[in-house]
C-alpha cells in the first residue's frame, strides 16, 4: 500500500512539474521573442528618416563601416544612432519605474506620468532651465536632472505616505495623482510666463519630449540608472511578488513591506526624473508597457520585471519611427505619439477597473 501511495504522489508531482517547465519555456520564448521584435525595431529606427536606407545598408555600417559611404555611416552613427538607443534605454526605465509602481501600490493605473511625478520632474527641471535655482545647491553643475530629482522624490514620497494611511483606496490615489499632475503643471505654466523668450522656447519644446538632442553622455547616465535599479528589483523579485498577494499575507512570509516599498520608490524616482530631465516629459510608456508584459507574462517578477523592460523599449523604439513617418522629413516630439497611443488605453483600464469595483 505505501509503494502505490509512492508511486501516486509522484505521478502526481511529475505531471505538476512538467507544466511548470512547460510555463516556464514558454514565458522564456516570449521573452526572447520580444527581444528578436527589439532588435528589428532597432535597425528599422536607424533606417527610417528623411533619408531612408535599406536595412542591408544599415546592417553593414554597423558590422563592416568601411562597405559603405560616408553619409550613409555618419549618418546612421552619428545622427540616428544616439536617438535610436535613447529611445531604448528611456522606454526601458520608465516601463520599468511604472511596473514597479503598480506593483508597491497594487494599484493598475499607476504609472509615474499618471501619478505625477512625471510632472514633478518637469517642473523641477523648469525651473532650472527658466531660474537656474537649484533645489539641490552640492549638484549645480547638474542642475536640471538634480531639480528633476528632487521633485520627482518629493511626489513621490508624498504619494507614498498618503498611501500608507489607513483606509486610503486605489481610487484615492489615483486622483491624488491626477491632483499633482494639475498641480505642477499649472506651477510650470507660471514658469513659463515668467521666462524669457529663450527659456520660454527651450521649456516648450522639452515639455513635448523629443529624442532630438540624445548625446552620448545622456544616454551614460540614464543607462546607469537603470542598471542600478535592475539588480536591485532582481534582488527583490521573490519579496516584490509576494507584495502583490497583499501586505498582510507578504508579511507572512517574512517580507519587510514597509522597506521594500520605500526602495522601490525612491529607484522609481530616479528612473522618472534622469530620462525626464533629458528628452522631456513622455507619457503613458510606464504605463502601457508594464500592462503588455503583465497579459503575456503574468505577475511572477522573474518574468515580469524583464518583459516590463523590454515592453517599454520596444513601446518608444516603435513610437520613434512612427515619429519620422507620418510625415516624409518631418519628426514629430515623441511625448505627442506616446500621448495618442497612451489616452485610449488609459481609458480602457479605468473603464476595466470600475466593472471589476461593480
Not at 501516486?8 to 507544466?19: N, Q
Not at 489607513?166 to 499649472?186: D, E, K, M, P, Y
Not at 526624473?273 to 505577475?299: D, N, Q
Request: proline content about 5%.
Amino acid at each position: 500500500m505505501a509503494v502505490v501511495e509512492a508511486f501516486v504522489g509522484a505521478a502526481t508531482v511529475e505531471p505538476g512539474r512538467g507544466l511548470y517547465r512547460v510555463h516556464t519555456r514558454r514565458k522564456l520564448m516570449i521573452l526572447t521573442a520580444m527581444a528578436i521584435a527589439l532588435c528589428v525595431s532597432f535597425a528599422v529606427d536607424l533606417a527610417w528618416g528623411p533619408a531612408r536606407y535599406g536595412l542591408d545598408q544599415v546592417l553593414l555600417a554597423l558590422f563592416d563601416p568601411g562597405a559603405v559611404s560616408d553619409q550613409v555611416r555618419t549618418v546612421v552613427w552619428d545622427i540616428r544612432m544616439p536617438v535610436a538607443v535613447m529611445a531604448i534605454v528611456v522606454g526601458a526605465a520608465l516601463s520599468l519605474a511604472g511596473a514597479q509602481m503598480q506593483t508597491i501600490l497594487a494599484n493598475p493605473l499607476a504609472s509615474p506620468f499618471t501619478l505625477g511625478i512625471s510632472a514633478a520632474a518637469s517642473f523641477g527641471a523648469g525651473l532650472a532651465i527658466v531660474t537656474s535655482v537649484p533645489l539641490l545647491p552640492v549638484a549645480a553643475s547638474l542642475i536640471v536632472p538634480a531639480n528633476a530629482f528632487i521633485a520627482a522624490l518629493g511626489a513621490t514620497l508624498f504619494i507614498y505616505l498618503i498611501s500608507q494611511a489607513r483606509g486610503v483606496s486605489v481610487q484615492t490615489i489615483v486622483l491624488l495623482g491626477i491632483a499633482l499632475v494639475f498641480t505642477f503643471n499649472a506651477l510650470l505654466a507660471f514658469l513659463q510666463f515668467l521666462a524669457s523668450e529663450q527659456a520660454l522656447s527651450a521649456v516648450v519644446f522639452w515639455t513635448m519630449g523629443s529624442l532630438s538632442k540624445a548625446t552620448w553622455p545622456k544616454i551614460g547616465v540614464t543607462l546607469a540608472v537603470l542598471l542600478i535599479a535592475l539588480p536591485l528589483f532582481a534582488r527583490n523579485a521573490w519579496a516584490l511578488t509576494a507584495i502583490r498577494l497583499g501586505d498582510d499575507k507578504a508579511a507572512s512570509f517574512g517580507v519587510n513591506v514597509r522597506r521594500i516599498r520605500l526602495e522601490t520608490m525612491l529607484m522609481v524616482s530616479l528612473l522618472t526624473s534622469v530620462p525626464v530631465s533629458f528628452v522631456g516629459t513622455i507619457g503613458f510608456v510606464g504605463l502601457v508597457g508594464p500592462h503588455i508584459a503583465r497579459m503575456i507574462l503574468g505577475e511572477d517578477q522573474r518574468f515580469f520585471l524583464p518583459g516590463s523592460v523590454l515592453a517599454g523599449a520596444l513601446l518608444l523604439s516603435l513610437t520613434s519611427i512612427v515619429s519620422k513617418s507620418i510625415i516624409p522629413g518631418v519628426v514629430f516630439p515623441i511625448g505627442i505619439i506616446t500621448a495618442l497611443v497612451g489616452v485610449p488605453f488609459f481609458f480602457s483600464l479605468i473603464i476595466t477597473t470600475m466593472r471589476k469595483s461593480w
